[in-house]
């Protein structure tokens, strides 16, 4: 996706000669690096954008490894970071290139770093092992709404935001970012528009230019309740289908959808109905035979307060099953 293809959509690049960066929509530019898991053997590739929130003033979403000419053109976008005010981290378990990242561009009065409550837990220092001060938890209402009406933000519902677990599978949950000018979504892992995928990712059932769900949505990523399954369609349906404005989505794993995002969610979630349905049957059969199997032994105040998923089967529903960070 280069200037000319951008001209075809109906807008002249604003930095024509970026070569890492791209100009999506005017006023995001998403910048694509590769990521291994699998013991480096799969490529899924990672993600950051970064958008304009008003004149002279930008906001990194996510952080991503930056190569000598990356560095350059961002650079040369925020005039040396001085525009870039904030650094938002959408996602649990995209964590590798925060501390780089800080090491550029620091937290401070005029740049604020703004994270999931794992990274405010867990990546307290940067590169330079200096100190990350985050300024908010965007699990926080108040917070994901600090950039609205320009930045539109959202975490699922029926799925674990603060402790996914077990944290090797479990990377449905994100904060959605909708730039409301650009009317691009900035997605990790939840959703994912495949490009290109290699024969392993083909293998595993992952066609060219397809949108997905995240392949935990139907084992560990949502709650082991007859109601999580009712609630992340809901959301799905509320948030992208009929609420947010939206043409476009990038997507961490692996690829950037231009044009008709909206309609291929609403598509994807059509598709996907029956199976949230049986889901959320199965969580409720899980959930009496818990009850009936307590209540006849005379623990069922125990089982109760004990309760956990349904099940925890190992799987191939996720791209790894070693690697805890994915991007
Ligand atoms: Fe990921």
Not at 25 to 33: K, S, V
Not at 41 to 50: A, E, K, R
Not at 108 to 123: F, N, T
Request: hydrophobic letters at 40%; proline letters at 6%.
């Amino acid at each position: 996706m280069g200037a000319t293809k951008s001209r075809l959509l109906g807008f002249t690049p604003r930095y024509p000669h970026f070569k890492a960066f791209k100009e999506v929509a005017p006023g995001f530019w998403n910048l694509r690096a590769p990521f291994f898991v699998l013991g480096g053997t799969l490529n899924i590739g990672t993600q950051m954008s970064i958008v304009e929130l008003a004149p002279n003033a930008f906001a990194a979403i996510d952080c991503c490894p930056l190569t000598a000419s990356a560095a350059t053109e961002l650079n040369e976008l925020t005039s040396g970071g001085e525009l870039l005010v904030a650094v938002l981290t959408t996602h649990p378990f995209h964590t590798k290139a925060i501390g780089t990242f800080h090491a550029s561009y620091p937290s401070s009065a005029e740049r604020k770093w703004y994270g999931c409550p794992r990274h405010l837990a867990k990546v307290t220092r940067d590169a330079n092992d200096r100190p990350i001060d985050w300024a908010g938890d965007l699990n926080n209402c108040s917070v994901r709404r600090k950039f609205e009406p320009v930045l539109l933000m959202s975490i699922p519902d029926g799925a674990e935001f603060v402790n996914p677990v077990p944290p090797t599978r479990n990377h449905l949950s994100t904060v959605l970012v909708l730039h409301v000018p650009s009317k691009v979504v900035h997605v990790d892992d939840c959703i994912n528009w495949i490009e290109g995928p290699g024969l392993l990712m083909r293998l595993a059932g992952f066609s060219d230019r397809t949108l997905h769900f995240h392949p935990s949505l139907t084992s560990v990523g949502l709650q082991p309740t007859q109601q999580a399954p009712l609630q992340f369609r809901e959301w799905v349906r509320a948030t992208l289908v009929d609420g947010w404005d939206f043409e476009h989505l990038v997507s961490a794993h692996n690829g950037v959808l231009i044009g008709n995002a909206k309609s291929k969610v609403a598509a994807l979630l059509a598709k996907t109905d029956d199976t949230l349905r049986k889901l959320s049957i199965k969580n409720a059969q899980a959930d009496a035979e818990r009850r009936a199997s307590a209540a006849w032994d005379g623990s069922a105040s125990q089982a109760e307060s004990q309760a956990g998923p349904a099940s925890d089967v190992r799987c191939s529903d996720c791209w790894s099953d070693v690697d805890i960070d994915c991007g």
